[in-house]
């Protein structure tokens, strides 16, 4: 059974920075890659980046690109999420989901309970 646990989240100012993470268990073949994604209240989940476990290929939604990096630790099984210049439009809850690659969320199986990020103007 897949498992994912987020972790990291908090309270920052603008311009701060986190550091999520995403410890993923019992990854089968479909576990192709790892997305993160956002939901703020009222609102859908939209992508926010992913990373191809075999090769560390990573995908970016362009409101995160150059401020976001997200890598992978293949022999941890631990995904991360490096958040810089934080904005306050980048809060929510973000949750990690394991699956096929892309940007939605039906192409993920399996999710975390997800993490809150909330950032101060």
């Known amino acids: 059974q897949v498992r994912l646990v987020e972790s990291g989240g908090g309270l920052v100012q603008t311009g701060g920075s986190l550091n999520l993470s995403c410890a993923v268990s019992?990854?089968?073949?479909?576990?192709?890659?790892v997305g993160w994604f956002r939901q703020a209240p009222g609102t859908e989940r939209v992508f926010v980046a992913s990373v191809i476990w075999k090769d560390g290929s990573a995908y970016y939604a362009d409101s995160v690109k150059g401020r976001f990096t997200i890598s992978r630790d293949d022999a941890e099984s631990t995904v991360y999420l490096q958040m810089n210049s934080l904005k306050p439009e980048d809060t929510g809850v973000y949750f990690c989901?394991?699956?096929?690659?892309?940007?939605?969320?039906?192409?993920?199986?399996?999710w975390g309970q997800g993490t809150q990020v909330t950032v101060s103007s």
């Open positions: 989901a394991d699956g096929y690659a892309g940007i939605l969320p039906a192409t993920y199986e399996h």
């Open positions: 019992g990854r089968t073949f479909t576990s192709v890659a």
